[in-house]
């Protein structure tokens, strides 16, 4: 099962990202990822699904940091994770729509 850690991470950059598509549309000539802050991650469900993947919810509180104002977002996340195993390695992936981007390596 996939660590708080890597659950955080992953819904930080959900997060970032979803700031960032309505950012671009909204002004456009701001191109960095928001900085988000997580408060509180509750993990409300880990379930295995296959070829590694982990189905995680649950409910979370975060400051985002928009250019020069700050604003304070709650609510529940729903997230897709990949494990993929070396020998020597265990690396974490946030799935999202045939789209894998990394999160963590480790050794093992």
Known sequence: MPPQSVIEQGLAIKMAQTQQALIIHLAPKVPQLPNVKLRQV????????????????????????????????????????????????VSWFLVSDDHRELLITNPT
């Open 42 to 89: 509750e993990v409300t469900l880990r379930e295995p699904q296959d070829d590694d993947i982990f189905h995680i919810q649950g409910t979370y509180q975060a400051t985002i940091q928009l250019t020069s104002r700050e604003k304070k977002e709650s609510g529940p996340f729903d997230l897709y994770l990949a494990r993929e195993k070396t020998e020597d390695t």
